[in-house]
């Protein structure tokens, strides 16, 4: 009962500050951070040395997939005959030469590549005539040739 009665009138000048208990709270709360986080200070020091190594190997692989990326694009803007990109160029130049895009997507590039070369050239256009149908054909060409006749006579009286 006594303890009851002490801790509920407890120190008056404790809670005004001036003096009393507010020391016994700051020496509950350690300020060694290895000795808030449980380890030794070595054990925490090489807690931290991991801590900041993953964080870089973390930052080069982001940095090395984003080049990669660039790549892939640069190499897009080449075959499309789009305008080349400074932020591309210096996120590969940052990431060095080691950067290499996938082979599979290198050789999606490079088919589609040959396959619009091959619709450009002169060959291309020939197979493309091979594949249309021979009969709508013939019948578009009749259809004009009786069109031009049938205007040439409104326009001239000697046919």
Do not use: W
């Given at each position: 009962?006594?303890?009851l009665?002490?801790?509920m009138?407890?120190?008056?000048?404790?809670?005004?500050?001036?003096?009393?208990?507010?020391?016994?709270?700051?020496?509950a709360?350690?300020?060694?951070?290895?000795?808030?986080?449980?380890?030794?200070?070595?054990?925490?020091?090489?807690y931290?040395?991991?801590?900041?190594?993953?964080?870089?190997?973390?930052?080069?692989?982001?940095l090395?997939?984003?080049?990669e990326?660039?790549?892939?694009?640069?190499?897009?803007?080449?075959?499309?005959?789009l305008?080349?990109?400074?932020q591309?160029?210096?996120m590969?130049?940052?990431?060095?030469?080691?950067?290499?895009?996938?082979?599979?997507?290198?050789?999606?590039?490079?088919?589609?590549a040959t396959?619009?070369e091959g619709?450009?050239?002169l060959?291309?256009?020939?197979?493309?005539?091979?594949?249309?149908?021979?009969?709508?054909?013939?019948?578009?060409?009749?259809?004009?040739?009786?069109?031009?006749?049938?205007?040439a006579?409104?326009?001239?009286?000697?046919?």
């Amino acid at each position: 009962m006594a303890f009851l009665i002490k801790s509920m009138i407890g120190n008056p000048l404790s809670g005004m500050g001036l003096g009393g208990g507010g020391d016994k709270e700051e020496e509950a709360t350690p300020t060694d951070p290895a000795k808030a986080a449980g380890m030794t200070r070595e054990e925490y020091e090489e807690y931290q040395k991991q801590l900041v190594e993953e964080k870089m190997e973390r930052d080069a692989d982001f940095l090395h997939k984003k080049a990669e990326r660039a790549t892939l694009r640069v190499c897009l803007r080449d075959k499309y005959r789009l305008p080349k990109s400074e932020q591309d160029e210096n996120m590969i130049e940052m990431a060095g030469d080691d950067v290499d895009v996938p082979e599979e997507l290198l050789k999606m590039v490079d088919e589609d590549a040959t396959e619009e070369e091959g619709k450009d050239s002169l060959m291309g256009q020939i197979q493309n005539l091979q594949n249309m149908d021979m009969d709508q054909l013939k019948e578009k060409a009749s259809a004009t040739v009786t069109e031009l006749k049938s205007k040439a006579e409104e326009k001239c009286s000697v046919m």
